[in-house]
C-alpha cells in the first residue's frame, strides 16, 4: 500500500493536479531477507547410520539478512475523477541486497566435518504497479492518500554449496543468476511544491521471489549418493524518498 501529498494552490485548484504524466527519481534503503533452505538425503561414502545422523544435524533452515541502497528511475499516467485518483506506475533501479555465510561443523556420532556456504546478491530491480488514492476536500486538495501494489522483476544471484570436507564431497545445491518473478505493495506521502514539482516518501514490501533445486548430486558422482534439495525465498523492505516532474 502507498500514501501521497501534494500542495500549490495552483495545482490543487486545477483537477489536473493528479491527472497526466509524471516521471521521476528515488533514493533510499532496502533490508533484505533470504530464507534458504537445506534437506539432506541419501548417503555419503557408506549408507550406514552416521550418514543419517548426519543428515538431520543439516536439515535446517538459515536467514541471510541485508541492508543496503536502493534508487529508482520511475514514471506513471494517472487520472483524477472527483477525489479519486488512479493509475499505472512503472519503475526501473538498483537494490543491492549482498550477504553471505559460512558455518563448518563436526557431527559428534560420525565425527565427520560439514560446511554450508551460502550467498545471495541482487542488483536489477523493476516493477509495475496500478496505484488508486484519494484527495480528501477537506484539506484544500493538497493531500493524496494512495495504494498500489503490482508486479516485480529482480536479478538475482543466489549459491548454496553443501561440502564434507573429510572426503573432499560436496554438492552444488544452487548456483543460479537469473530474473526473478514477484510482487510488491505500499504506501508513502507526496507534496506538490509547485503545478511541476512533487516530493513523496514511500514505503514497499517486495516479495522477490523464490528459488530451488530439488535432488541436487553431489561430486565426484562416483563416490557417494547423496543428494540435497535446496531453495531460496526472497523479500525487502524499501524505504525511499522520491521527487517527480508533472508534466
Known amino acids: 500500500m502507498a500514501i501521497v501529498l501534494a500542495a500549490g494552490s495552483s495545482r490543487a485548484a486545477d483537477d489536473s493536479a493528479w491527472s497526466g504524466p509524471y516521471t521521476g527519481v528515488t ?7 533470504a530464507d534458504m533452505s537445506l534437506n539432506p538425503t541419501g548417503t555419503f561414502i557408506t549408507g550406514n547410520a552416521n550418514d543419517i545422523a548426519d543428515g538431520n544435524f543439516w536439515r535446517r533452515k538459515t536467514d541471510l539478512d541485508s541492508a543496503t541502497f536502493t534508487g529508482s528511475l520511475y514514471g506513471g499516467y494517472q487520472v483524477k475523477r472527483g477525489g479519486l ?5 512503472a519503475e526501473a533501479g538498483y537494490l543491492g541486497l549482498n550477504e ?3 558455518v563448518t ?6 565425527g565427520s566435518t560439514y560446511r554450508l ?7 536489477f530491480f523493476a516493477g509495475l504497479r496500478p496505484r488508486v488514492g484519494y484527495v480528501p476536500e477537506a484539506l ?3 493531500l493524496l492518500l494512495f495504494a498500489t501494489g503490482g508486479v516485480s522483476l529482480t536479478h538475482a544471484r543466489v549459491d548454496q554449496k553443501f561440502t564434507q570436507t573429510n572426503v573432499a564431497y560436496h554438492s552444488e545445491g544452487l548456483s543460479e543468476d537469473r530474473l526473478l518473478l514477484g510482487w510488491t505493495a505500499g504506501g508513502g506521502l507526496e507534496y506538490a511544491l509547485s503545478k511541476s514539482w512533487s516530493l513523496k516518501a514511500e514505503y514497499l514490501y517486495a516479495y522477490l521471489g523464490k528459488v530451488e533445486k530439488n535432488g541436487a548430486k ?5 563416490v557417494a549418493g547423496y543428494t540435497t534439495d535446496n ?4 523479500t525487502a523492505h524499501i524505504i525511499r524518498v522520491g521527487t517527480a516532474w508533472h508534466f
Open 100 to 102: 553471505s555465510s559460512s
Open 27 to 33: 533514493a533510499g534503503a532496502g533490508i533484505g531477507k
Open 105 to 110: 561443523a563436526t557431527v559428534l556420532t560420525s
Open 117 to 123: 556456504d551460502q550467498k545471495v546478491e541482487t542488483d
Open 85 to 89: 485518483v488512479y493509475g499505472l506506475e
Open 218 to 222: 553431489g561430486v565426484p558422482a562416483n
Open 140 to 142: 484544500s486538495g493538497n
Open 231 to 234: 531453495d531460496a525465498e526472497l
